[in-house]
């Protein structure tokens, strides 16, 4: 059997002693669920016949309980191209539960925001919050306890760590979820990435930049980039939440109908009546978590799952922080390069050998617990690739060297020695960056800030051309209480044209940068935030001057302003600008005033439910 890595299991342990008063709680919790809380047999007559007044064929079934009724949480709608191939999977499913003798109901709907449609947009005030949103969805749809089990439909930034989430809360079911997968390969990324940045300098026209982003985003299926989205598939199946190999098969396909298949018939085989009890609960445990966090590093995957992952882990009592993920990173290498960290997609990553070679490779290192509870039987039957023959559903091993060492490299020929995400701390407070796309030369950078309050007065600035200089970029009030967070993934172009002309540039932040951050150096998630906590306290974002010398350092681990101690402490924090209203922005102050710092989730809905549990 191989030894764990030591680095793994120290920050493992020390996530186990520090969660273990709310973890105990958590799971004394869900034990009670199941004894006496939400299920069939405590509804009286007038209940249950509510809850199969419309089922149809499945009617007698779910009348007498004899057999599991399972849950579906759906995020379809069909503007969102990753969820648009959700609409036709619960009759699906009815039908496939009916071959192993169980039923199954939808439950509810969950909204799914798209950052791609909201990007830069006044929408994308409400996204982050959109997934205590989804999280609560989730709970009233699992709350009319008529479900043995769930299966939730969800794939895109917020959408599965909000299913996560609430169905967390009912961690006594045991749930799957289920992808739809991504849509095949358009326009290569990295091309329509030099369309953006063409446009971005005046050389493209809007024509021409339309047309490059729609030959990229082309059908269904998720993005094919490997932002949050497709992060969030890699986690799922690190975490065995997902079946095997299920991630990046391409909807529409007679494979990815079959894993849809073999979703609904685990789901009934994993129940509480059974002898292969498998609860959410159990399932997502401490080292859960921490394959969740070892994928997303030895992927490069998105940023936003330093914010993302730790709401998931409180939901389920377990306590991490970015302290954890950067000592993870020093011990994780680097296996593959998916755009934007090399050129191909994940459509090319998953014909290389995927997410079931990542595992395998992991595991035979000692860098990946190997005991874990998952949906789908061990961990190691997640280091395999799932095909058809004759029709039917097979795993198959890995491939056992990469099809594609450009995008997917073994543990001892890796890209990187180490994950290339880093804590960043000092007298501005703790960050993340993602090095893992930039390059060594700039991981520190020195020079004069220039301070916004919005991302559209970066692009002002920068098309007067007053950004023609080394300049570290402040853009505050953009943290969760301020405005809830948005991507500024609308300034990658402009600063990749200020880097390529050979300044020295970096982004500094209290909002967030996707995982599609790429290039150029960006110092997010900036806690605590500019905006005053409850405290009254504005964060050290708020005393920042123009032209004060800001280094940014991932090398050593900091994030300073190079400002004479008694000059910083006479300052006055500057003002926030008034709250945006519009499109909707209001009916979500309640979740802006009690959000939580983005280490813990920047989360109003957990923050509140630990005051009372």
């Keep these: 059997m191989t030894t764990l890595h030591p680095t793994i299991a120290a920050v493992t342990d020390r996530i186990i002693a520090r969660s273990a008063p709310r973890r105990a709680a958590y799971l004394d919790l869900m034990e009670r669920q199941r004894e006496a809380g939400t299920n069939r047999g405590n509804l009286s007559c007038g209940n249950l016949a509510h ?6 064929d499945d009617k007698p079934v779910i009348r007498t309980g004899g057999a599991m009724n399972i849950g579906i949480v759906t995020s379809y709608n069909d503007m969102l191209s990753a969820h648009q191939p959700y609409g036709r999977y619960p009759e699906q499913i009815k039908l496939f539960a009916r071959e192993v003798g169980v039923t199954a109901q939808v439950a509810g709907g969950v909204p799914a925001m798209c950052d791609g449609v ?3 947009q006044a929408g994308m005030d409400l996204s982050l919050f959109s997934r205590d949103n989804i999280a609560q969805g989730t709970a009233i749809a699992l709350s009319h306890a008529m479900f043995e089990g769930a299966l939730l439909l969800g794939i895109c930034d917020k959408i599965v760590p909000g299913l996560l989430i609430g169905a967390l809360r009912f961690g006594h079911l045991p749930q799957i979820l289920v992808p739809a997968g991504p849509m095949p390969s358009g326009l290569a990324n990295k091309e329509k990435q030099r369309v953006r940045q063409l446009y971005a300098e005046g050389r493209a026209t809007r024509d021409e930049l339309l047309d490059a982003e729609a030959a990229s985003y082309h059908g269904a299926g998720t993005c094919t980039f490997y932002g949050t989205a497709n992060s969030n598939q890699m986690m799922m199946e ?6 095997p190999g299920s991630a990046f098969t391409n909807p529409g396909t007679k494979l990815r109908q079959e894993l849809t298949r073999a979703a609904t018939h685990r ?3 994993i129940g509480w009546d059974g002898d292969d ?4 609960a159990r399932c997502v445990d401490e080292k859960a978590i921490v394959n969740a966090a070892i994928g997303l590093l030895a992927t490069g995957g998105s940023t936003n799952h330093t914010i993302h992952l730790p709401a998931i882990a409180r939901a389920a009592g377990i306590i991490i922080d970015w302290q954890d993920f950067d000592e993870l990173s020093h011990a994780v290498p680097l296996l593959a390069r998916v755009y934007p960290n090399g050129a191909g997609d994940v459509n090319n990553f998953h014909a290389a050998g995927g997410i079931g070679f990542v595992v395998r490779e992991l595991l035979g290192a000692g860098l990946l617990h190997g005991d874990v509870l998952t949906v789908g039987g061990r961990m190691a ?3 395999a690739e799932p095909v058809l023959v004759d029709d039917k559903l097979h795993w198959q091993a890995a491939p056992a060297t990469s099809r594609d060492d450009t995008m997917l490299r073994p543990v001892l020929q890796p890209f990187s020695p180490d994950g290339g995400m880093r804590l960043l701390a000092g007298n501005l407070g703790r960050a993340i960056i993602k090095t893992s796309a930039v390059a060594e030369d700039r991981w520190t950078i020195e020079a004069p800030c220039r301070i916004f309050d919005d991302q559209n007065q970066v692009l002002t600035a920068f098309k007067a051309g007053e950004l023609d200089r080394d300049v570290v970029v402040v853009v505050r009030f953009q943290g969760p209480r301020a405005n809830g967070m948005p991507e500024l993934h609308k300034l990658t172009p402009a600063l990749g044209v200020l880097q390529d002309k050979g300044y020295r540039v970096a982004l500094l932040t ?4 996707s995982g599609a951050s790429g290039k150029v150096p960006a110092v997010i998630h900036l806690s605590p935030e500019a905006l005053p906590g409850v405290d009254g306290v504005s964060g050290p974002l708020a005393f920042l001057r123009n032209g004060d010398i800001v280094r940014v350092c991932a090398v050593k681990g900091e994030v300073v302003a190079l400002v004479d101690e008694a000059e910083w402490a006479s300052r006055a924090p500057a003002i926030a600008p008034p709250p945006a209203l519009g499109v909707g922005r ?3 102050a309640l979740f802006r005033i009690h959000a939580d710092e983005a280490e813990k989730g920047g989360s109003a809905v957990l923050a509140a439910m630990e005051t009372v549990i």
């Design 277 to 280: 009890y498998r609860p959410l």
């Design 381 to 383: 039957d997640y280091a």
């Design 267 to 269: 789901v009934a085989q």
């Design 510 to 513: 209290d909002g967030r940068m």
């Design 586 to 588: 209001e009916l979500f």
């Design 238 to 243: 690190l975490m065995g939440l997902h079946i």
């Design 118 to 120: 909201t990007q830069g």
């Design 51 to 56: 809850g199969f007044a419309a089922a149809g």
